[in-house]
């Protein structure tokens, strides 16, 4: 079963530091690209970070450049999203989200798949 289980989430103070991981499993031949969403309370979902495999080129949504940074271990098909100077605004159900070619029969045959994580819960509150 290919899927991408996150954790990391939980509940820290303002100006606190938080780290979110993202693991991809199952048979994924090739990973092209890993972002972090997120959904505030009665927010719509905001795009936070991504980083492109091949390049390992990175891009932040205006509101977490400067404080978050998005990392991949390739080895492990893991990506992690470090947060720093957390603010009220922050809190959010954090998803992780992946662009994955999959094998499918043989192995030189692949498959397109957009993957979802189950999200975790991130409170930024004193």
């Known amino acids: 079963q290919v899927q991408l289980v996150e954790s990391g989430g939980g509940l820290v103070q303002p100006g606190g530091s938080l780290r979110l991981s993202c693991a991809a499993s199952?048979?994924?031949?090739?990973?092209?690209?890993m972002r972090w969403y997120r959904q505030g309370p009665g927010k719509q979902p905001e795009l936070v970070a991504t980083?492109?495999?091949?390049?390992?080129?990175?891009n932040y949504g205006d509101s977490v450049k400067g404080r978050f940074t998005i990392s991949r271990d390739n080895a492990k098909n893991t990506v992690y999203l470090q947060m720093n100077s957390l603010k009220p605004e922050d809190t959010a159900v954090y998803y992780c989200?992946?662009?994955?070619?999959?094998?499918?029969?043989?192995?030189?045959?692949?498959?397109?798949?957009?993957?979802w994580g189950q999200g975790t819960l991130v409170t930024v509150s004193s």
């Open positions: 989200n992946a662009d994955v070619d999959v094998v499918v029969g043989s192995p030189t045959e692949l498959r397109y798949l957009e993957l």
């Open positions: 199952g048979s994924i031949a090739n990973i092209r690209a």
């Open positions: 980083v492109i495999s091949s390049s390992g080129n990175t």
